[in-house]
């Protein structure tokens, strides 16, 4: 994520919840609004939150049913049907990064549903009642890579929405273990920073400032 790209035009924001038929009051990827300074000289700084996706995820390691997984292309992923909703992984995630689910069942955009408006693409996508959710990076998306021999990052059908649709050009995505990938090289820049290191999280998110 490019901050200096980045003008909070909440277009992401927008994208992934359509992408991903949110319910309302639910944002998978929020942008923060910062404001420094005092007048005439106020900077303001724009920080999109998506879910971390870490290495070594604090949300994985309370979830009492394995609801949440960390898959081998360093996704972490819910699954509904494990989740009960505790909320412990809300309480360890220090990114803030995941919504519970309160709304009634007949106001989410699922399958039957008078909200559906779409073709059913994941199971991530099938939210219900009662459980914790979050940002997936569009793993419906990205899991057609395999299909397709697309490259996520590269071509937007396997590319996640938000990246897709930033209107600065603020989001990079790729490989981090590839250390030619354009988001690799980036990573390395002086301007690069990872959120809340101190919490030994090793988030797969950078920054540059």
């Not at 995505?173 to 920073?193: H, I, M, Q, T, Y």
Request: aromatic share 8%.
């Amino acid at each position: 994520m490019d901050l200096r790209k980045c003008v909070g035009c909440q277009t992401c924001t927008v994208a992934c919840e359509v992408e991903n038929f949110l319910p309302r009051k639910i944002s998978w990827g929020r942008v923060e609004d910062y404001e420094e300074g005092e007048y005439p000289n106020v900077r303001r700084t724009f920080l999109p939150m998506p879910c971390m996706h870490c290495e070594e995820p604090a949300c994985e390691k309370v979830c009492p049913t394995k609801a949440t997984q960390r898959r081998e292309d360093g996704i972490v992923t819910i699954d509904y049907d494990k989740c009960l909703g505790c909320r412990y992984c809300m309480v360890a995630c220090p990114y803030e990064a995941r919504s519970y689910l309160e709304v009634d069942e007949e106001k989410i955009r699922w399958p039957g549903s008078p909200l559906w408006k779409g073709e059913f693409r994941s199971e991530p996508q099938l939210l219900k009642k009662g459980v914790v959710s979050k940002c997936t990076f569009c793993i419906h998306r990205i899991d057609k890579a395999k299909e397709t021999g697309k490259i996520p990052g590269k071509d937007p059908d396997v590319t996640p929405m938000c990246v897709n649709s930033c209107v600065g050009d603020a989001r990079y995505f790729g490989d981090l273990d590839d250390p030619n990938s354009e988001v690799s090289k980036l990573a390395c820049r002086k301007r690069a920073f990872r959120l809340h290191e101190e919490a030994g999280t090793t988030p797969s998110v950078y920054y540059l400032l």
